[in-house]
């Protein structure tokens, strides 16, 4: 910008903190045009003045010195495609948080205002992406998920395709007579309703249902997908914006449960053979067509085992009760026993339990079945650990119902589900075939390789990346909907465990999120964590290597490659992380606000004092997602900080490219320090991975620091969650204590 207006505000203490006498003459000296302060600069007066400067033409950058870019953001707000804006906290990061008056106080808030001029000389004005974009929402599988996903995108008034690969809708629900009871009293199995909605989809004017239909291929970007489907009248083409996957769940395939006798005796059956058996009215031992006295119900036969699947499958506690109080109902003189590990009714659910649990010949125990054993037409005997009832009991049963998990119908979960069998049997001594089968089954999960559900023409993949148990994933604390495939969204049980009355929830939520997602696409907006980003990014071809880093690093599939390894960018599909650019070593990636220059300017606009000083200099680069909002805690707070520190917010770590690293040391700083989101299962990057990749580059620049003769102990990456405020001040001046032990930095006044 070459026309540059600070504007300064002093209340909020900040007029207290440091003596802003002089800052018209260091903004001047910076380049600024225009200052101006004002005791409250959010207040009506205060804005009116700065929309006066731009209005008027006298200023076309705008630098706000005043609280936190994170608050006052309506009163703040300016249309970036007419002027560029820069925020400078002045209030968070030096008034609140560090001593009144003091020298140190002074420096920091000037090198403040130093950053932020250099920073808004480089800013570049937004130019919105202007593009066609289709309105309809695909939504793939037709069970309960799928169509009540299709009916709220519908009748939030977008059209919706439904595709669905079998011959009718309804998924595993049209064949279930009775469901949990999803609304007061809650103490009943209710009819299921699963024909009634089927029906009200194929009658509603905005849904298209496609039966027999899959899905060949998906090009494009949120907007503008186009898919290629096959169905019973061949091949059609449509255009789509968003998609919604609600391709549900599979049991658990009982065959690999021997030891819990399936397979081997007739009379150990799934939850949903026992559904089958009772639809049709009938409740019989299969060896020998007699109704059974006594009904075992077995939980957890296959999920919570590290042998099977690992986890809880949420809806197979509920499903036991559901058919137990069928059984009571229908054959009263008929005694169920429920055998379970922790018995999970959240909720009214509760309610549910209680009454199933009153009825008489109800047994609810904890306990472990560790084998079911039999003649295999007679009575099975259950051995149960550690039970209500004892150490190990023996508890007999004419029928055994087990309890099956769910394994999600994403693109790789058939290939998971055999995956875990090979493995099982290879760690249990099976033939080297069997390991082989097990290794070859673990590289086809890299790629889903003929297991593929969407088809998607993404350089990385044809489907929604998972985690480890099969499930699609992006940010399950924050972003509970998305995936990592902007636009593209899961619910229902493929997107996690759970029941029906809980996909019904999920697909709302999925709906929802597609429309939003629809309407910012038409708006040229970035959709979470930056809502309402109109920037995109920038590449300078004509410098690219082919490296690939841009195309394998960024977490949502943003960027295709031509037949040269030459990076395709697509706009609707990123979400403005900034990781591609701090991927790039030849740095030719840029956005109009956050670029490499920008930042590099930051870093050398900080007056860094000679050694003689002894007042070291540290950079720390933040990330705006976690990091910072706990430093602005903890000064809400007034907890105080190291007054060496000088803040740089990143959009993630993952976008911190190491050229910075490298100014920041040349120039002077004593140390860099970066604080991003934890990473890992228990608890997510915003973008994913940015804080592991962040993490792996910053450990080679450290290498690099050995081999240079400097300490690598001048460089950390510390992970932080959003309620960690109290410990920021506690790293600052630590590390602090570790630079001040290193001694200055070598490079210090070249």
């Not at 033409?57 to 804006?85: M, N, W």
């Not at 007056?607 to 000064?635: G, H, Q, S």
């Amino acid at each position: 910008m070459e026309k540059m207006g600070v504007f300064l505000c002093t209340g909020c203490e900040i007029a207290e903190a440091v003596d802003v006498a002089g800052f018209e003459a260091l903004c001047g000296e910076n380049g600024a045009q225009r200052y101006a302060t004002h005791p409250c600069l959010c207040s009506a007066e205060g804005l009116s003045a700065i929309r006066a400067a731009v209005e008027g033409g006298e200023i076309d950058g705008v630098l706000i010195a005043a609280c936190s870019p994170r608050a006052k953001a309506t009163e703040f707000a300016f249309d970036r495609t007419k002027v560029a804006v820069e925020r400078v906290d002045l209030r968070e990061q030096v008034a609140w948080s560090h001593e009144h008056g003091h020298e140190d106080t002074q420096m920091l808030a000037e090198d403040q205002l130093r950053m932020g001029l250099a920073r808004l000389k480089r800013v570049k004005l937004v130019t919105p992406l202007v593009e066609t974009i289709a309105r309809t929402v695909l939504t793939v599988g037709g069970g309960r998920t799928g169509m009540q996903a299709a009916l709220a995108a519908a009748d939030l008034g977008s059209p919706v395709l439904l595709v669905e690969t079998g011959t009718r809708l309804g998924g595993y629900l049209a064949d279930v007579r009775y469901l949990v009871p999803e609304r007061p009293p809650y103490d009943r199995i209710v009819p299921n309703d699963i024909r009634e909605m089927a029906a009200r989809v194929q009658a509603h004017p905005g849904i298209t249902v496609h039966l027999s239909t899959g899905v060949e291929r998906i090009d494009g970007q949120p907007g503008q997908f186009e898919v290629a489907l096959r169905g019973p009248g061949g091949a059609t083409t449509v255009k789509v914006g968003a998609i919604i996957q609600a391709t549900g769940a599979a049991p658990y395939d009982a065959a690999r449960l021997a030891g819990l006798g399936y397979g081997v005796s007739p009379n150990v059956i799934t939850t949903l053979e026992l559904e089958k058996m009772l639809n049709e009215g009938a409740l019989q031992r299969p060896s020998d067509g007699k109704r059974p006295d006594r009904v075992a119900f077995v939980q957890c036969a296959g999920s919570r085992d590290e042998g099977h699947l690992p986890y809880c499958s949420s809806e197979c506690c509920a499903t036991s009760m559901k058919l137990a109080a069928a059984i009571h109902r229908d054959h009263g003189d008929v005694e169920c026993a429920i055998v379970y590990r922790d018995l999970r009714a959240p909720g009214q659910l509760e309610r549910f339990y209680k009454a199933v649990q009153e009825q008489p010949g109800s047994l609810f125990t904890r306990g472990v079945v560790t084998g079911v054993s039999g003649n295999g037409t007679g009575p099975l005997t259950l051995t149960v650990r550690e039970s209500l009832l004892g150490d190990e009991v023996k508890l007999h049963a004419d029928l055994v119902v087990l309890a099956t998990g769910m394994v999600p119908r994403s693109a790789d979960g058939e290939a998971i589900r055999a995956y875990v069998d090979a493995k099982r049997r290879a760690e249990h001594g099976d033939s080297e075939k069997v390991r082989k089968d097990a290794a070859a089954l673990a590289e086809k999960l890299k790629d889903h390789a003929g297991t593929e559900i969407l088809n998607l023409s993404y350089r990385q993949g044809p489907d929604l990346p998972v985690l480890q148990h099969g499930f699609p994933d992006s940010h399950y604390i924050c972003f509970p909907y998305e995936t990592r495939r902007t636009g593209i969204y899961a619910a229902g049980a493929v997107h996690s465990p759970m029941d029906a009355a809980q996909a019904t929830e999920d697909a709302w939520g999925a709906a929802m999120k597609a429309v939003q997602c629809l309407a910012a696409n038409s708006r040229g907006e970035a959709v979470h964590p930056r809502s309402g980003d109109l920037s995109i990014a920038t590449f300078a071809l004509q410098r690219c290597t082919q490296c690939k880093r841009c195309t394998e690093e960024c977490p949502f599939g943003t960027i295709n490659e031509d037949a040269k390894g030459t990076p395709e960018y697509n706009p609707l599909r990123c979400r403005r992380c900034g990781i591609c650019l701090g991927a790039c070593p030849e740095r030719i990636i840029s956005f109009p606000e956050y670029s490499i220059d920008a930042v590099a300017s930051m870093i050398k606009a900080v007056e860094v004092p000679d050694a003689d000083d002894e007042k070291p200099r540290i950079l720390a680069f933040m990330c705006e997602n976690d990091a910072l909002p706990a430093l602005e805690e903890a000064a809400r707070r007034r907890l105080t900080w190291n007054a060496w520190m000088r803040i740089i917010p990143a959009r993630c770590l993952g976008a911190v490219n190491t050229v910075w690293v490298a100014d920041s040391l040349s120039t002077g700083f004593d140390g860099v320090l970066l604080l991003g989101c934890q990473k890992g299962d228990d608890y997510q990057c915003h973008y994913v991975k940015g804080s592991e990749l962040a993490a792996r580059r910053m450990s080679n620049v450290q290498e690099t620091l050995d081999r240079l003769a400097l300490e690598a102990e001048r460089l950390q990456v510390v992970e932080v969650a959003r309620d960690d405020w109290a410990k920021i001040p506690t790293i600052f001046a630590e590390f602090a204590k570790n630079i001040e032990d290193v001694g200055p930095n070598p490079y210090k006044g070249f």
